[in-house]
Every structure is written in C-alpha cells, then in structure tokens.
C-alpha cells in the first residue's frame, strides 16, 4: 500500500501508556514521515511534552485514567492542536460522557495502517487550515500597521521632519509581511498535497 508522505515539518504528540502499542505507533507515525513526540506515558508527561513543542497534532489513547483525559484534551484545545483519541468499541460510551472528548475524532482499536494514515492526514489538515488562519491574521494586522506607517512618514515629510527612523520601520514591516506571504505560500502547499 503506497501512503503519501507526510512533510518534514509534521510533529505528532503519542500518549499511550502500553508500551509495546507506544513504540508500534509510535513507528507507523514516523514510517509516515511524522516526526514523533514521545510517546507520553501519561498525561503529566504528555503536558510536560506540549510546553516545550507545538505538534502539528495529537492521538492518544482513551485508557488512560478518565480525570486526566479532560485536561489533556482542555490543553490541546486551548493550544488548537487538533487531536484523535484511540479507543476501543466498549470505551466509546465512555468517551460520549465526556463533553470535552465527546466530539473529538476517534481511531477505533484495533486500525489499519491506512486508517492511521487518514486519521492522521486529517488532522494534519486541519492543522494547516488552523496556521493558515492565524498567518492571515497576522498579515491582515502587519498590513494595517504598514499603512498606520505610510500615514506617519506622509504626516512627518509634509512637516519636514527627518523621516529615517520610520522609513526604517516602514522597511521592516514590509520585509516581515513578504516572510508571512511566504510562510503561508508554504502551508498552502502542504494542503494542496493532500489535493483539496
């Protein structure tokens, strides 16, 4: 079975606390080009794990203690870090409990390698939608401040003050959006390699 290759750049946090599931996912993921975070035994190393890297987005395993599903879930969410939960047909009910996790997407145990595959492409979709967003923001924000700009040095040239300072600045927010348009061409690309 011939899987696209996910690109350099895509992280995924694993939080699975059986072992042997752990490094075999774990080895699927990075089979996929995913570069693996983990894998977490537990929620307390799962949250350790999240302040010192971003991923692209998460799976872990609806087994581990129920209290500490929640604010792994609240965590991820707050930090719009798109997750799946793996779980079994009998802990789905469990799950729908769970407002938090009632809603989340699911891999059901035991899964294919292709339904890893898509799971993941999924949410690495839904990733990049997520930084393309945010890096529309910033250029929409970058944008303003570059006319905010354009109006001062209008404003100090036609009060025939020395404008190098602020055409300096003016410089540097240019430079900074066109490194934005670039990023985003970028996480467009890695879209549209999932062809939508």
Request: glycine share 4%; net charge neutral.
């Amino acid at each position: 079975m011939m899987l696209t290759p996910f690109p350099a750049e895509c992280c995924v946090l694993v939080v699975e606390d059986e072992p042997v599931q752990a490094l075999d996912l774990a080895s699927m993921l990075a089979g996929f080009g995913c570069a693996v975070i983990g894998p977490a035994d537990s929620v307390r190393e799962a949250l350790q794990l999240l302040g010192r890297r971003r991923p692209s987005f998460a799976l872990f395993d609806a087994s581990l203690p129920v209290a500490s599903l929640v604010p792994l879930a609240d965590t991820l969410a707050r930090l719009e870090v798109p997750f799946a939960v793996l779980a079994t047909g009998l802990e789905h009910r469990a799950l729908d409990r769970l407002s938090v996790l009632r809603e989340a997407p699911r891999l059901t145990k035991p899964f294919s390698l292709g339904d890893l595959h898509q799971a993941a492409s999924v949410l690495h979709q839904i990733d990049l939608c997520s930084k393309i967003a945010a890096t529309d923001r910033r250029i929409s924000e970058g944008r303003m401040r570059l006319a905010q700009q354009i109006r001062l040095i209008e404003r100090l040239e036609a009060a025939g003050t020395h404008t190098v300072l602020a055409n300096s600045l003016l410089h540097e927010i240019a430079r900074t959006l066109k490194i934005m348009r670039a990023s985003r061409a970028i996480l467009r690309q890695q879209l549209e390699a999932y062809g939508t």
